[in-house]
T-cell receptor
Framework: AQSVTQPDIHITVSEGASLELRCNYSYGATPYLFWYVQSPGQGLQLLLKYFSGDTLVQGIKGFEAEFKRSQSSFNLRKPSVHWSDAAEYFC????????????FGAGTTVTVRA | SAVISQKPSRDICQRGTSLTIQCQVDSQVTMMFWYRQQPGQSLTLIATANQGSEATYESGFVIDKFPISRPNLTFSTLTVSNMSPEDSSIYLCSGRGLGDTEAFFGQGTRLTVV
């Protein structure tokens, strides 16, 4: 069965500090991998995605993520967090087919302190 | 990417009534998806709606409770029927065009049933 695990429910980070959000998945084959961000009262915005090729992918807002096949992980990172990064972050996986049903992790809430 | 306008953004409803949520996409999309996000939880897929065919429901969701319409390639509705407080959630629609590798989301509808 497919599953997505985000081990950290809540992370608090100081503005300017680095941030890493963990994501592990269980899937039959290497899926498509995504990170979405949900700001309070908003829908989901795609930060970045991995399909193939370079395992380090760059996204919007200064985020990057690294796919590690051996660890079934797709961790999200940002070198220097801004107060506007306070939001909920979701890791998602989807099949490499036209089925395209995404499975989401439980989410990680990021709080940024001044 | 396309933009989805979802409405209403929020509503408070009496138990036993029904609410219809609308999603309008600014371009044609092949597949639309409806998700539920219960308080403090991740997103759970309710159903997939393709134009010209019946919606496909995930386990635990039935058409009588969540009827969906998909009259054309830019519009879909989800009705939450005979509501109870347990239906209080955020409902999100999502779309994906043919050949696209990512999904985009509406802003969500925050439903409170009293």
């Amino acid at each position: 069965a497919q599953s997505v695990t985000q081990p950290d429910i809540h992370i608090t980070v100081s503005e300017g500090a680095s941030l890493e959000l963990r994501c592990n998945y269980s899937y039959g084959a290497t899926p498509y991998l995504f990170w979405y961000v949900q700001s309070p009262g908003q829908g989901l915005q795609l930060l970045l995605k991995y399909f193939s090729g370079d395992t380090l992918v760059q996204g919007i807002k200064g985020f990057e993520a690294e796919f590690k096949r051996s660890q079934s992980s797709f961790n999200l990172r940002k070198p220097s967090v801004h107060w506007s990064d306070a939001a909920e972050y979701f890791c998602a996986v989807g099949p490499r087919s036209n089925d395209y049903k995404l499975s989401f992790g439980a989410g990680t809430t990021v709080t940024v302190r001044a | 990417s396309a933009v989805i306008s979802q409405k209403p953004s929020r509503d408070i409803c009496q138990r036993g009534t029904s609410l219809t949520i609308q999603c309008q996409v600014d371009s044609q999309v092949t597949m639309m998806f409806w998700y539920r996000q219960q308080p403090g939880q991740s997103l759970t897929l309710i159903a997939t709606a393709n134009q010209g065919s019946e919606a496909t429901y995930e386990s635990g969701f039935v058409i009588d409770k969540f009827p969906i319409s998909r009259p054309n390639l830019t519009f879909s509705t989800l009705t939450v029927s005979n509501m109870s407080p347990e239906d209080s959630s955020i409902y999100l629609c999502s779309g994906r065009g043919l050949g696209d590798t990512e999904a985009f989301f509406g802003q969500g509808t925050r439903l409170t049933v009293v």
